[in-house]
């Protein structure tokens, strides 16, 4: 199944043809006809990456699990491959009503990744946590989806385009007040995707109990869903809805940039760290998707791609580290610079990748974000840069407190460094990690007819 999925997604790259436009791979199949209802999937610029970072990491989560999974291992990788094949449909199907039950389908084999294979106590809280805060967003999905279905008589995302598109004597499809209902319904549930603030309560929790493969799969891949939603549904759909709301989601994201800051400074669990950190990357998305300029959307879309690398890569090595020494609690740990080297220089590359070091693929999609927000809103630029500062702030002390000090030898049992197994895993992050953050023009040259044609909206 590894090998087909990797020849498969070789073969979508190698065939893509970024000059055609719209969609590629099209397949439209009926579902149910006399309803209007088709299986319709396809790839652009964008849709394409996320399918093939989704890919990459199902094979880490193999990778990672093989020894450390001990019970129940035949159903734990049906999960896995289940989880896969639902998020493949989540990021190529154009009928809304479909792209909903992919996108609430994957409740229920995180549920039970966290629940059962959970490391901690509180692993059933936490599953419960992110199956109710899911749910009750997707009430009000389902509701915008009825509704757009009542007045346009389908849910497919092309002839919804088209429909807009059609309209070129300043009338939209959706009224104002019906882009306004539907606008806080659809963002209702992606937001807690996000998540957004305040609706992030659910995914620290989810991360400290999860298995290393499901704080991969959360922060890697199921964060970026909420993303892709705004990007290929609200931004093209609800045009005037996202104009009119913009300031509001402004000011709950760089709210989101100071909290997660300020609060991870305090955080003590070294993956609730990387979790509070990943809801502070993730209103950098947020601000560059509502910004409604090129620069802004590209950025945004980049550094979803960028922080699911990245994140994925922290949570293999806390994963590595948890394995060696059973704790993630940072009093337990210092000065491990001196017994293990190899780990440390891999961290610190991870470090600096966090937090948008120069040359770094992050680096790349936060700029592109703060060009735009100096476009739309001087004041917004200048406390999202700020919002920086935090992110250096807390990911420098956690590697001084984790690396440097004196080492503390009573709490350790043995001094393993990282095997060539495990820097042959970890190899092909910071490759991608640092090629991105050298070359990202390949990668960016993807992403522009599709944001044009999102674009042609407003």
Known sequence: MLIFLFTASVGLLFFFDP???PFQFEI?????PYLNLFYHIALDGVSLWFVLLTNFLLLYCVLVSWESVQIRQKAYFILLFVINFLLLHVFSLLDIFLFFLSFEAILIPMFILIGVWGSRDRKIVAAYKFFFYTFIGSIFFLLAILSIYSQVGST????LWSLCQRNTSGFSLFTFERQTFLFLAFMASFAVKLPMFPLHLWLPEAHVEASTAGSVLLAGILLKMGGYGIFRFVLPLFSDAVVFFYPLVYCLSLLAVFYTGLTTLRQIDLKKIIAYS???HMAYVVLGLFSNTFQGIEGAIFLMLSHGIVSSALFISVGLLYDRYKTRILFYYGGLVQMLPLFSGNYLFLTL????????SSFIGEFLVFLSLFVVSPLACLLACLGVVLSACYSIWLYNRLFFGPLKVRFYLLFADLQWRECLLLLPFLYLILILGIYPSYLLFYFENPI???LNSY
């Open 28 to 32: 439209i199949l009926p579902w149910i």
């Open 353 to 360: 990748a966090n937090l948008g070091f120069p040359g770094t």
């Open 156 to 159: 497919d995302l092309v002839v």
């Open 19 to 21: 000059f055609s436009f």
């Open 452 to 454: 044009l044609l999102v």
């Open 278 to 280: 990943s809801v502070g």
